[in-house]
């Protein structure tokens, strides 16, 4: 049997805050960062279980699955966060990882009442994505007992989908439903019961490691460089830029006029400088090497 609410770790009161609203600012602001401080340790213990599940989240990618973050409240906006920022770094379509919130768009900026709690609204969900075996489906509750993210995972499961079990306390139903439970233990929150604090931290950070691994095991970085950034703006054109300058070695100047050739894609103006080719055979070159720069470059 799992540990009742009151009972679970993210749910305890901290004596060492009792006093803070007495506190001056700077005080209870010390306070907050020695507490947020923590935070890694508490992630670097969960590691070995966040590496298992990103192996199987990056090779059901591959084979051609999507990634599915599930999630309530604040695990919720977190959750569409990451997989939003997916496509501008790594130029994925909008589809391949998606962040899935109780209540809807709405509960983005808006707390939707109950929303956790409706356990159905959160199987339909994942029928409604038409989760299969090459997906992966993230749950994320900070208790670990949320209906909605419980029953989402659950379901996946059912269906063949890999899946993943975030939570901030041990032993939870949202562990027990998933193929691997990753249990981030950040104890009480110096707002008792806060958990968008140290636990919503930690999510963060979990969530930061599973997107970022997964792409680049999927090849979608060349190095420490986000070769498929989408250069959108001057920024990540100036960016885009030096990824072409910085890989070639070529010439700021030449780097940016093929990058401009190469219609922005960064991946094809190294081949083409590298190759000495035009651009519709660099991309023959990469598409030839499943659209991975280094085996482009490899080969070459």
Same mark, same amino acid.
């Given at each position: 049997?799992?540990?009742?609410?009151?009972? &679970?770790?993210?749910?305890?009161?901290?004596?060492?805050?009792?006093?803070?609203?007495?506190?001056?600012?700077?005080?209870?602001?010390? &306070?907050?960062? +020695?507490?947020?401080?923590?935070?890694? *340790?508490?992630?670097?213990?969960?590691?070995?279980?966040?590496?298992?599940?990103?192996?199987? $989240?990056?090779?059901?990618?591959?084979?051609?699955?999507?990634?599915?973050?599930?999630? #309530?409240?604040?695990?919720?906006?977190?959750?569409?966060?990451?997989?939003?920022?997916?496509?501008?770094?790594?130029?994925?379509?909008?589809?391949?990882?998606?962040?899935?919130?109780?209540?809807?768009? !709405? *509960?983005?900026?808006?707390? %939707?009442?109950?929303?956790?709690?409706? +356990?159905?609204?959160?199987?339909?969900?994942?029928?409604?994505?038409?989760?299969?075996?090459?997906?992966?489906? @993230?749950? $994320?509750? +900070?208790?670990?007992?949320?209906?909605?993210?419980?029953?989402? @995972?659950?379901? #996946?499961?059912?269906?063949?989908?890999?899946?993943?079990?975030?939570?901030?306390?041990?032993?939870?139903?949202?562990?027990?439903?998933?193929?691997?439970? $990753?249990?981030?233990? %950040?104890?009480?929150?110096?707002?008792?019961?806060?958990?968008?604090?140290?636990?919503?931290?930690?999510?963060?950070?979990? &969530?930061?490691?599973?997107?970022?691994?997964?792409?680049?095991?999927?090849?979608?970085?060349?190095?420490?460089?986000? %070769?498929? !950034?989408?250069?959108?703006?001057?920024?990540?054109?100036?960016? #885009?830029?030096?990824?072409? =300058?910085?890989?070639?070695?070529?010439?700021?100047?030449? +780097?940016?006029?093929?990058?401009?050739?190469?219609?922005?894609?960064?991946?094809?103006?190294?081949?083409?400088?590298?190759?000495?080719?035009?651009?519709?055979?660099?991309?023959?070159?990469?598409?030839?090497?499943?659209?991975?720069? =280094?085996?482009?470059?490899?080969?070459?």
């Amino acid at each position: 049997m799992t540990q009742s609410l009151a009972a &679970l770790a993210t749910e305890q009161s901290d004596p060492r805050y009792s006093g803070i609203d007495t506190l001056p600012t700077e005080e209870i602001a010390r &306070l907050m960062n +020695a507490a947020d401080a923590a935070v890694p *340790a508490a992630v670097g213990r969960a590691v070995p279980a966040i590496s298992a599940a990103i192996d199987g $989240i990056a090779g059901r990618m591959t084979a051609g699955g999507r990634l599915l973050y599930v999630g #309530a409240g604040t695990s919720g906006r977190l959750a569409v966060l990451d997989a939003s920022e997916c496509p501008p770094t790594y130029g994925t379509h909008p589809d391949l990882v998606q962040g899935i919130i109780a209540g809807g768009e !709405v *509960a983005l900026v808006r707390s %939707v009442e109950g929303a956790e709690d409706d +356990a159905e609204a959160g199987a339909a969900v994942i029928r409604e994505k038409d989760a299969g075996p090459l997906d992966s489906v @993230v749950g $994320i509750s +900070a208790s670990g007992r949320a209906p909605y993210v419980v029953a989402a @995972v659950a379901e #996946a499961r059912r269906r063949g989908a890999l899946t993943v079990g975030l939570a901030c306390n041990t032993g939870t139903p949202l562990g027990a439903a998933a193929h691997h439970a $990753i249990e981030v233990v %950040v104890g009480p929150e110096i707002v008792t019961g806060s958990t968008r604090l140290k636990a919503g931290t930690a999510q963060k950070l979990v &969530l930061n490691m599973i997107s970022t691994i997964t792409m680049i095991k999927t090849g979608r970085t060349y190095g420490n460089h986000m %070769v498929d !950034v989408v250069a959108s703006n001057s920024k990540l054109v100036d960016r #885009a830029a030096r990824m072409v =300058a910085d890989i070639t070695g070529a010439p700021a100047a030449r +780097a940016r006029e093929v990058l401009e050739d190469a219609g922005r894609d960064v991946k094809t103006a190294v081949v083409m400088i590298e190759r000495g080719v035009g651009a519709d055979d660099a991309r023959a070159v990469l598409a030839a090497h499943g659209n991975r720069l =280094a085996a482009a470059l490899r080969d070459a």
